[in-house]
């Protein structure tokens, strides 16, 4: 597609319950990212792919945090036994590759989360 | 730990007038972003600077990386009031692997 494309919008779920957040990339884009924004905050990273691996996980938060990407292009987050503290706007960026001088990330329009 | 520091975070100042934003950060690197977010929307790209001494300019807005100082600088011009957003710095570490933000600096242009 033209742009980095991400599932769903909005994502309402109660506490506990387990959440998948899907992002679609620019095509051609080999590195692809996991952002985490809440209000009034700038993005935090939580994950990198460069193709099919997790070339850097270490702004996970904690184990109920997961991400894929198995054939190298659509990525999915998964978030098991939601909490509260994990609402907010996740955001998928990717951009050409994850080497030097590669250029700015582009963004998706983000998945707004709220657990009940 | 790269970190990365905007001033001021809140800005609002009246249409026509100019004034600069700062984004300092705290290790080496060359390659410095500009993000522009509108509320409830994603981040649009605005600068890309990629060596020490780059200066990009579009519209009213110029930003500029230092990185001796480990300093960019997003310059406003004759503000208008389409250029409320929040604008956001990000830095590259010298891996390359991921983009570091700054909290973001929430600009009001008043008529």
Known sequence: ??????????????????????????????A?????????????????FQGTGAADDSGLPNDRFFA???????????????????????LCASRISGGPNTGELFFGEGSRLTVL | ELKVEQNPLFLSM?????????????????????????PGKSLESLFVLLSNGAVKQEGRL??????????????ITAAVHDLSATYFCAVDATSGSRLTFGEGTQLTVNP
């Open chain 1, 1 to 30: 597609g033209a742009g980095v494309s991400q599932t769903p919008s909005n994502k309402v779920t109660e506490k506990g319950k387990y959440v998948e957040l899907r992002c679609d990339p620019i095509s051609g884009h080999t």
């Open chain 1, 32 to 48: 692809l990212y996991w952002y985490r924004q809440s209000l009034g905050q700038g993005p935090e990273f939580l994950i990198y």
């Open chain 1, 68 to 90: 894929v990407r198995p054939e190298g292009s659509v990525s999915t987050l998964k978030i098991q036994r939601t909490e509260r503290g994990d609402s907010a706007v996740y």
């Open chain 2, 14 to 38: 009246q249409e026509g007038k100019n004034y600069t934003i700062y984004c300092n950060y705290s290790t080496t690197s060359d390659r410095l972003y500009w993000y522009r977010q509108d």
């Open chain 2, 62 to 75: 110029m930003a500029s990386l230092d990185t001796k100082a480990r300093l960019s600088t997003l310059h």
